[in-house]
């Protein structure tokens, strides 16, 4: 081969290695003229390779004598030999006697060795590795094609190209002609030697002229073209590494702002609204109480929902967060104190439960109030009625008319106040009535108890008064009762059967007036049967009325026998037998408007009972249908073939069909508040109450929603690791292969089966490590997301702490610091300015000021100590 490449060395110009020669030496600060003499005394000659290779060689024989320079020129050609390079029939006499076709192919094997050798793109050789570089470079640029090193480059514009595409500061393309050779190749030389420091080694008018130029020449200089770039590429390529480092933390860390905001705002509402649900002070009127329940309804359809919807959009959002930190290797994001999902759930959970018994104490209130106003009414119409009969009763037992009456007058006088008493007995029960009706109201914290307990007091002791007044009344007639003798026994009778008699028409009358309150149909229909029984005795009532109506005609007979001239008044009773038969009246009209209350009251019971049922009708079929849908959920990412697209699809039409169904349960909202509106509190039809049907349906759709979560993130993870769809298929086959109970979890036997079946060689230790990675709770499940985690973890790569650091070492020029000058240099504005905010001051020594720590930095994007 060194034979083949001497003979091919008359082709070499001169010129062109004594100019790449002097590219070098001039960095020592020494140049050759001709370089078959120059390189004689083997001095020059060693320190081009010293130049070129960076290391130092034996020292140089100072002598001027034949041996001295043969000895010099054979260091040479042993360090050559020392690099790989075979040298043969090349000998140091050759060089020393100044064979100039030895010294061209010398300084070739040099050119060769230490400027093409290293040059291999794709695994190719230094020759075509050097020409596949250049094809690359060149491929956008029109009139370019670059197919080797002569005939390729007449025209002068793949050199221009090469410029162009690394420094587009230099050089106009677009002003240059192909019919313009001379002028593009002088173009390409002065700029390359003027701003690239690549000296001029070619003729330009040599190079036009001459059918096939000289390849090695070209080659020669093409290299210096690429060792003067490559370092930028170098550099371009760690920069472009750093940049997609970067915008996956500025990316992460502006996900981790958005998810502190919103957890700030839902745990702040959710702060002010508890307070609002704690707040148990009752209202005192119905309508006010109502008012609250109102409001609360609205907090249910309105204020509630949308943050149902940010609770479940902030775990979905923490969960891809996490995802995507895993892929690109960054330590888990932890919220701030008091914002994790946990803290989250917690205060949401506080907030059910308050929730909760808010409602529960807005029924209580409503119904205690109800029956407040029930018995505030009945308090108010028994005490009108006691005080009706009591008024003037004092002034009539404070008389003293039996200081002058007959006897026969004072005997009438205490037979009517035997009667008086007889009839204040029978208010007996009324006033307790009253009285309990009054504790009763007091006991249920009645807002006008005050009201009410200052007439129960007067009545009651007014009452205590009238049994004093009576009493004495009665021992003052006592007392002058021996001075009479006779007594009209008929006018007696009349009294004493018509007063009890009276009493039971007042109290009938009261029965038939009296105000209810029912819930069921049961209740009413209770009533209505003691309304039957009382119509029963209306008849046995009728006989006793016909009978006391018979005493006064037996008086009337009398008189009218025995020629007595009445006064027409009962002096026994204010009781006339018109009163009698006014009152009989009353009742008999009394009845039949019972009768239509209490059917009127049947009518709607049986409309609340029918509201029951068409509650119940529907609550029991969307309750199954909920749990059903839960269920299937749980299945759905097991169950669900195709790719990642098609299950996600499908899981968006299945979230269709649901959020389709939300008519049935805003129905269902519908007919509940019209149940609580009619004041139906219970429902023996259905287990299932509105509460259990909202909280049935916010869980389904935050499962659905989660449910597709876990699709998108497994999408996430196949795009960022570069899995191929049959990859994730084949896991997911593997998976639900093992997945025993179908349920989207295997136990860790089912799991270590599933690995040995995939080609996995376990013993207890790299078991128990795996175990560690996809269950790190030890909750002795492994999820199907850990599962692909696990698996794409093995089987894709990702860019490491190491990497990113190697990355800023070479725009640092192999520094352990860098500046901030080249940090804007090297990088887009905005990642260079988010670099210099974050990276701390390197401290060592004959570092200058502002020198920057990018190691410290590359470990802090993983989460990783200074490595």
């Given at each position: ?9 008359k ?7 004594t100019?790449?020669c002097?590219?070098h030496l ?5 140049q050759?003229?001709n370089?078959?003499e ?8 060693m320190l ?6 960076g290391?130092?060689?034996p020292?140089p024989?100072?002598g001027k004598m034949r ?8 260091k040479a050609?042993?360090?050559i030999?020392?690099?790989g ?14 064979n100039g076709?030895?010294t061209?192919?010398m300084?070739?094997?040099?050119i ?11 695994e ?5 590795g ?8 060149t491929?956008p640029y ?21 410029i162009?595409?690394h420094?587009?500061?230099l050089i ?5 002609r ?14 390359a030697e003027k701003?690239?420091?690549i000296?001029?080694m070619?003729?330009?008018e ?8 000289d ?6 200089y093409?290299s ?5 770039f ?6 371009e ?8 480092v ?7 860390e502006k996900l ?10 839902l745990?702040e509402?959710i ?15 119905m ?5 609250k329940?109102?409001?609360f309804?609205?907090?249910r359809r ?7 919807q ?7 959002n923490?969960?891809t967060?996490?995802?995507k930190?895993r892929l ?12 994790m ?10 907030l059910?439960?308050?929730?909760k ?9 409503i119904r205690?109030l109800e ?5 505030a009414?009945?308090?108010k119409?028994?005490?009108?009625m006691h005080e ?5 009763k004092?002034g ?11 006897l026969?007058e004072i005997?009438?006088l ?8 007889s ?7 009324r ?9 009763e ?7 006008d108890?005050?009201?009410?307990n ?11 008064n009238?049994?004093t007044?009576?009493?004495k009344?009665r021992d ?5 009762e021996?001075?009479w ?11 004493k059967r018509a007063?009890p008699?009276n009493?039971?028409m007042?109290?009938?009358?009261e029965d ?22 009382f119509k029963a005795?209306?008849?046995?009532a009728?006989?006793?009325r ?10 009337l007979?009398?008189a009218?026998?025995y020629?007595?001239?009445l006064?027409g ?7 006339s ?15 039949p408007?019972r ?6 009251e049947?009518a ?9 049922r068409?509650?119940a009708a529907q ?16 299945h ?6 195709g ?6 699809n499908?899981?968006k039409?299945?979230?269709q ?6 008519s049935?349960i ?8 019209l149940?609580?509106?009619s004041?139906i509190?219970?429902n023996k039809?259905?287990?299932?109450s509105?509460e259990?049907?909202?909280v ?5 759709l ?13 999408i996430?993870?196949r ?6 769809q ?5 896991f997911r086959?593997?998976?639900n292969h093992?997945?025993r109970?179908?349920?989207?979890m295997?136990d860790?036997?089912?799991f270590?089966?599933?690995l040995?079946s995939?080609?996995?060689?376990l013993?207890?230790v790299?078991?128990?490590r795996?175990?560690t990675l996809v269950d790190p709770?030890?909750?002795?499940v492994?999820t199907f997301q ?8 093995e089987t894709?790569e990702?860019d490491?702490?190491e ?9 640092a020029?192999?520094?352990?610091y860098i500046?901030?000058?080249e940090?804007?240099r090297?990088?887009?504005p905005d990642?260079?300015?988010?670099c ?6 390197f401290?060592?020594?004959d ?5 920057l720590d990018y190691i410290?930095?590359?470990s802090?994007?993983?989460?990783e100590?200074?490595?």
């Amino acid at each position: 081969m060194l034979e083949r490449e001497r003979d091919r060395s008359k082709e070499i110009h001169p010129w062109t290695f004594t100019a790449w020669c002097n590219s070098h030496l001039r960095k020592a600060g020494t140049q050759i003229e001709n370089i078959e003499e120059d390189f004689r005394n083997g001095l020059k000659l060693m320190l081009l390779l010293e130049v070129i290779s960076g290391e130092r060689l034996p020292k140089p024989d100072k002598g001027k004598m034949r041996f001295h320079k043969i000895a010099n020129v054979n260091k040479a050609l042993d360090f050559i030999c020392s690099k790989g390079v075979k040298l043969v029939s090349i000998g140091a006499e050759e060089i020393v006697d100044g064979n100039g076709k030895m010294t061209l192919g010398m300084i070739w094997t040099i050119i060769l060795r230490f400027a093409i050798q290293d040059i291999s793109v794709e695994e190719t050789s230094a020759k075509e590795g050097l020409l596949l570089w250049c094809q690359r470079k060149t491929a956008p640029y029109r009139n370019v094609n670059v197919q080797n090193f002569h005939i390729s480059w007449k025209d002068g514009l793949a050199l221009c190209a090469l410029i162009h595409r690394h420094r587009p500061d230099l050089i106009d393309y677009s002003k240059l002609r192909k019919d313009d050779p001379i002028g593009n190749l002088n173009t390409a030389f002065e700029v390359a030697e003027k701003f690239l420091d690549i000296p001029k080694m070619l003729d330009a008018e040599d190079i036009v002229n001459t059918p096939k130029p000289d390849e090695k020449a070209i080659m020669t200089y093409v290299s210096c073209f690429y060792h003067a770039f490559a370092g930028a590429e170098q550099a371009e390529t760690a920069a472009n590494r750093i940049c997609k480092v970067l915008a996956v933390n500025q990316e992460n860390e502006k996900l981790m702002e958005e998810y502190e905001k919103l957890a700030s705002e839902l745990l702040e509402w959710i702060r002010r609204t508890v307070p609002w649900l704690e707040n148990r002070v009752a209202e005192q009127t119905m309508r006010a109480m109502q008012q609250k329940l109102e409001d609360f309804r609205d907090y249910r359809r309105i204020h509630k929902p949308p943050r149902v919807q940010e609770k479940c959009q902030l775990e979905i959002n923490f969960n891809t967060l996490q995802t995507k930190l895993r892929l690109s290797n960054r330590p888990a994001f932890m919220p701030s104190e008091g914002k994790m999902v946990s803290d989250i759930a917690n205060a949401w959970k506080g907030l059910e439960q308050v929730e909760k018994g808010y409602e529960e104490w807005l029924l209580t209130e409503i119904r205690r109030l109800e029956r407040l106003d029930h018995l505030a009414e009945k308090f108010k119409q028994k005490c009108s009625m006691h005080e009706a009969w009591t008024s003037g009763k004092e002034g009539l037992l404070s008389q003293k008319d039996y200081e002058s009456a007959s006897l026969m007058e004072i005997r009438a006088l205490m037979r009517k106040h035997e009667a008086f008493e007889s009839d204040l007995a029978a208010h007996q029960d009324r006033v307790e009535q009253i009285a309990a009706i009054a504790q009763e109201l007091n006991e249920l914290d009645y807002h006008d108890a005050a009201t009410v307990n200052t007439r129960c007091q007067g009545i009651c002791d007014q009452w205590d008064n009238l049994g004093t007044l009576t009493q004495k009344r009665r021992d003052a007639l006592e007392r002058v009762e021996k001075l009479w003798e006779t007594i009209d026994q008929l006018y007696l009778e009349f009294a004493k059967r018509a007063a009890p008699f009276n009493n039971w028409m007042d109290g009938a009358v009261e029965d038939l007036q009296d105000m209810f309150i029912v819930h069921s149909i049961e209740e009413i229909q209770s009533l209505i049967t003691a309304h039957d029984q009382f119509k029963a005795t209306l008849p046995e009532a009728d006989k006793e009325r016909m009978a006391t109506m018979g005493i006064h005609s037996e008086i009337l007979k009398i008189a009218q026998t025995y020629g007595i001239k009445l006064s027409g008044i009962n002096p026994y009773t204010n009781l006339s037998p018109q009163d009698i038969s006014n009152k009989w009246d009353t009742v008999k009209h009394l009845v039949p408007l019972r009768d239509q209350m209490l059917q009127e009251e049947v009518a709607r019971q049986q409309a609340n009972e029918r509201l029951r049922r068409q509650f119940a009708a529907q609550a029991n079929i969307i309750g199954p249908w909920i749990q059903t849908k839960m269920e299937e959920i749980s299945h759905v990412s097991v169950d669900i073939a195709g790719s990642l697209e098609e299950q996600m699809n499908s899981l968006k039409q299945y979230e269709q069909n649901i959020i389709n169904y939300k008519s049935n349960i805003d129905k269902l909202e519908g007919d509940h508040q019209l149940s609580q509106e009619s004041l139906i509190f219970d429902n023996k039809h259905t287990n299932y109450s509105m509460e259990h049907v909202r909280v049935g349906w916010e869980q389904l759709l935050t499962t659905i929603a989660r449910t597709i979560n876990e699709v998108e993130n497994q999408i996430l993870t196949r795009d960022a690791k570069g899995i191929s769809q049959e990859q994730l298929n084949e896991f997911r086959a593997s998976f639900n292969h093992f997945d025993r109970k179908r349920n989207g979890m295997m136990d860790p036997d089912d799991f270590r089966a599933c690995l040995i079946s995939m080609g996995y060689d376990l013993g207890e230790v790299e078991f128990a490590r795996i175990m560690t990675l996809v269950d790190p709770n030890n909750t002795s499940v492994v999820t199907f997301q850990a599962f692909i985690d696990f698996m794409t973890r093995e089987t894709a790569e990702t860019d490491t702490a190491e990497q990113v650091m190697a990355s800023f070492k070479i725009l640092a020029s192999d520094k352990n610091y860098i500046t901030v000058d080249e940090l804007r240099r090297e990088l887009p504005p905005d990642q260079a300015e988010y670099c210099i905010s974050r990276m701390t001051r390197f401290v060592g020594p004959d570092s200058p000021a502002g020198a920057l720590d990018y190691i410290s930095f590359s470990s802090a994007l993983y989460g990783e100590s200074d490595l």
